[in-house]
């Protein structure tokens, strides 16, 4: 058995949520003080278990769909953006938005755009059926073709192989996208690149702090629900980098303690979506099984911080009425 003085948690710096996530969130929150429940919210306002019950809890709906929407009530559009059709869904209902699309994903929305003006064909390097990349495609549908990784690009067909360019949801794993524009590359050599990073800083971020502590760890768990594209990202990347075993949980009660067997390091982090207090249950859980050593691991310094929706700020900004 190991004793006790061995046994130590690295716990990575940056984790948890990036600065998208946590503009998401608060707008939501301000919604809700401001004009009161319901407030309604188009998808997960960010995917993770815990933040969507805590809002339920206070009175956010969320809906599929924008139709679910009662007429002339306030919806949030989730921070993986939406396409220009339910703009258009929700001007017809008469709704009230606030769009809480981060402004990385945006940025990816606005490059769709410029690159179908030029009439260029635009891979989208990315997963079938997230809703970020669902929103990006609709930015310019006749354009786009997505690429779920190195294995799709065999398949890619284009209208001219000199006018070709590439854009990427922005949770993904950097070394398999790289890998993938590598492959696209050598298919399409003037293949045109986003005129910045599409993968956000927090997924590259979270991803360099976690290869970091798996060379250390033989065991990584990492804190985040089954459906967020870079918590699932950061197992994988544990598992490449040399963890031995790595899993995902939204909370330490769903830690296996058969997981902790033979093992002196665990490695802890977490997703962008989700918040500190459910990595602080982890780190506790494992100290109430001898893990009481914790040291944190910065790989990367992190500041970024994004402005309100800009529907909130003008709220916040006016005169209370008497």
Not at 205 to 227: D, F, P, Y
Not at 312 to 318: E, F, I, N, P, V
Request: with cysteine; charged share 25%; net charge negative.
């Amino acid at each position: 058995m190991t004793s006790t003085s061995e046994r130590r948690v690295l716990l990575a710096k940056p984790r948890g949520y990036c600065a998208g996530v946590d503009r998401a969130v608060e707008a939501v929150e301000i919604a809700l003080e401001k004009y009161g429940a319901p407030i309604y919210v188009r998808k997960q306002i960010v995917h993770n278990v815990h933040v969507v019950k805590t809002l339920e809890e206070r009175g956010a709906i969320f809906v599929d769909e924008t139709e679910e929407v009662p007429e002339g009530a306030i919806v949030v559009f989730s921070a993986h953006g939406v396409a220009p059709v339910v703009h258009e869904e929700a001007r017809g209902l008469n709704l009230r938005t606030i769009d809480a699309t981060c402004p990385l994903v945006t940025k990816v929305h606005k490059e769709a755009v410029r690159f179908a003006a030029d009439d260029y064909d635009i891979l989208l390097i990315g997963h079938e059926g997230h809703e970020e990349v669902i929103g990006t495609t609709g930015e310019a549908p006749d354009h786009i073709h997505l690429v779920d990784g190195p294995g799709d690009v065999a398949g890619v067909q284009v209208r001219d192989p000199d006018k070709v360019a590439w854009l990427s949801q922005t949770t993904l794993s950097v070394d398999e996208t790289l890998a993938t524009v590598a492959a696209l590359r050598e298919r399409f050599p003037n293949l045109m690149d986003p005129p910045s990073d599409d993968i956000c800083y927090a997924t590259q971020n979270r991803q360099t702090a976690v290869k970091e502590i798996a060379a250390q760890a033989q065991l990584v768990i990492v804190v985040g629900s089954t459906n967020s594209s870079n918590s699932v990202r950061l197992v994988e990347v544990a598992l490449e980098y040399g963890a031995d075993a790595s899993y995902l949980v939204d909370y330490a009660e769903q830690i296996d303690p058969a997981w902790l067997e033979g093992v002196t390091t665990v490695g802890v982090t977490s997703g962008a979506s989700v918040p500190e207090v459910l990595v602080r249950g982890v780190v506790s859980w494992l100290a109430e099984r001898g893990y009481t050593r914790v040291d944190e691991v910065e790989s990367v310094p992190e500041s970024m911080r994004f402005a309100l929706p800009h529907e909130l700020r003008k709220d916040l900004r006016a005169p209370a009425v008497p």
